[in-house]
Nanobody, 118 residues
C-alpha cells in the first residue's frame, strides 16, 4: 500500500505560479510512474504530467512549456511546478502512482484544489 500526501494547492492569479508537492510513504526510486492528474466537476480526470523511474516525462499538450514535473528520490517526493497559470488550470489536482507487478497497482492522493483567478 502506498500513501500519497499532496500539498501546495491554493489560489493564484492568472500568469502566476504554484508548486504542488506529493510525498509518498515508500521509496519512489523504483516506482514505474508518478504523475499528476486534474479534474473539474462534470469532466473526466485527465493526465497533466508524469515521470517514469528513469526520469522520462510526459505532459498534456495544454501544459507543455508551462508545467514541469521533477522528482526527488531522496525525499520520496514528486513536484508539479506550474507557471504561467491560466483560469483553465483551475481544478482539483491528484497525485498518482502506477506500479506494474503481477498487475497494475494504482494509488491516488486525496487531491488538492488549485484555483486561478483572472
Amino acid at each position: 500500500q502506498v500513501q500519497l500526501l499532496e500539498s501546495g494547492g491554493g489560489l493564484a492569479q492568472a500568469g502566476g505560479s504554484l508548486r504542488l508537492s506529493c510525498v509518498a510513504s515508500v521509496s519512489i526510486f523504483r516506482i514505474n510512474t508518478m504523475g499528476w492528474y486534474r479534474q473539474v466537476p462534470g469532466k473526466h480526470r485527465e493526465l497533466v504530467a508524469a515521470i517514469s523511474s528513469a526520469g522520462n516525462t510526459n505532459y498534456a499538450d495544454s501544459v507543455k512549456g508551462r508545467f514541469v514535473i521533477p522528482k526527488d528520490n531522496a525525499k520520496n517526493t514528486v513536484y508539479l511546478q506550474m507557471n504561467s497559470l491560466n483560469v483553465e488550470d483551475t481544478a482539483v489536482y491528484y497525485c498518482n502512482v502506477k506500479q506494474y507487478g503481477s498487475r497494475l497497482y494504482d494509488y491516488w492522493g486525496q487531491g488538492t484544489q488549485v484555483t486561478v483567478s483572472s
